[in-house]
């Protein structure tokens, strides 16, 4: 590791205080690592460490500040930024590990013209500011996910073996078999945490029993077509992900039933502020693209929170939200009173996560929509991608509001001489 190409500077301070008008004791607000810090009760008798570093770059005199959202870099970090390399390095947000790759910048001065309390014989700054940049901005610390593969049960019914799959860490025990065969959701393990074993997601099976008139179980689509399956049991299928790496307990649905002949402008005007769309297209190309958009949209993979005001929704639950139809449970409002509310999920969003090197980039709708003004479109990015509709709980809300009521004409009869009982 060599030295001799910068020095590192270290300093302690305090937080500065001034006597108040009230003479009370009153602190100014200070910088440290170019972070601006309003004095608290937490601070009082704190000893502050400021790091700064001294290098030359190109033979000319730089500097920058050793110290970077609280974490301060290391001597063999210094040596590799002073060259001109990159690093890598946790940094602690709160409760959050967040990986950072970065390296450093030059920091553009703005010179006032108009100042001339400087000899212009003299360099305007003694040495060139530089400043750590992360080349991706610091991402969520995503620990080693394990997935399972698929193991096989064999049951026996009507005489008939049927083979069931599952996506798990294990299988179905007898209780959940049951549970399952008679109309029940279940769940399982379907991926874990590699360093500590615990369940990182879910996977939720219903299973749909088999049809007598098609002679064996129906897999329904929006659109109404049907598959009709061969074994006398029914049809077992992965309805769900709930994923135990997010807060809110994100469920993924495999499916979601949509009502038929919605209004897809009304629902155009529940996802986008109808100002943007109108100020980016013309009334002939939203006439021409805005249903065929929309019924893209409502037919990619939903996901909504798996919790409403600390309510965490059953198994049951989401099956019934993923056929579009409404749930009603108990909560504590803030006042801690309890209450009881029905609902059921409404479009919110629409987002596309694109996967590149070193990160992902989370585009909501008015990114989507943005690259082109002759066409609304969703892009098929070249990088891999996911599109993701977005949906939440809504009291009273729902899908159906959104399909036009027709208005029944009211029958009059011409009666003049009030003849006809009617």
Known sequence: M?????????????????????GSTQYVPFE?????????????????????????????DAQFCGVWHGHI???????????????????????????????????????DPFNVSFNSSYKLFNAAEY?????????????????????????????????????CRELPDAAQLNRLLGGGIIEVVGKEF??????????????????????????????????????????????????????????????????????????????????????NYSSEILDRDLDEFMGRVLRCPVKFSGVWCGHIFTPEEIGKLSRGESVDFDYFDESGALCRVKGALEISGLQCILHKEGGS?????????????????????DCEHEYFCNMSFVPEGGMKKFVPVKEEEEFESYDPDGMVPF
């Not at 060599?2 to 009230?22: A, C, H, M, T, V």
């Open 361 to 381: 980039v989370l585009l909501d709708q008015y990114d989507i929509v943005r690259g082109s003004q002759d066409k609304i479109v969703m892009p098929d990015y």
């Open 194 to 279: 590699t360093e500590s074993g615990q369940p990182a997601a879910y996977y939720g099976y219903e299973l749909k029993k088999a049809s007598a008139k098609y002679g064996g179980c129906v897999i329904h689509y929006n659109d109404g077509s049907y598959i009709p399956l061969k074994n006398s049991l029914g049809e077992y299928r992965f309805l769900y992900e709930r994923s135990l790496r997010t807060g809110d307990l994100t469920v993924t649905l495999s499916s979601f039933f949509m009502p038929k002949d919605m209004d897809m402008r009304k629902v155009a005007e529940q996802l986008f502020q109808m100002e943007f769309l109108y100020e």
């Open 131 to 167: 400043e750590f940049v992360p080349e991706v901005f610091p991402k969520k610390y995503i620990p080693k996910i394990t997935e399972f593969g698929k193991k096989t049960l064999y049951i026996y019914h009507e005489g008939e073996l049927v083979e069931m799959e599952f996506l």
């Open 73 to 111: 870099f290391t001597e063999d970090e210094v040596s590799v930024l002073c060259s001109g390399g990159s690093i890598t390095f946790d940094s602690v947000e709160g409760d959050m590990v967040y990986t950072v790759t970065g390296s450093l910048k030059e920091v553009q001065k703005d010179i």
């Open 2 to 22: 060599d030295k001799s190409n910068y020095e590192i500077k270290r300093d302690l301070f305090y937080p500065g205080s001034f006597q108040g008008e009230d």
């Open 32 to 60: 440290n690592a170019g972070e601006r810090f309003e004095f608290s009760s937490e601070l009082n008798g704190k000893v502050y460490e400021k790091v700064s570093v001294k290098f030359k770059k190109d033979g000319e």
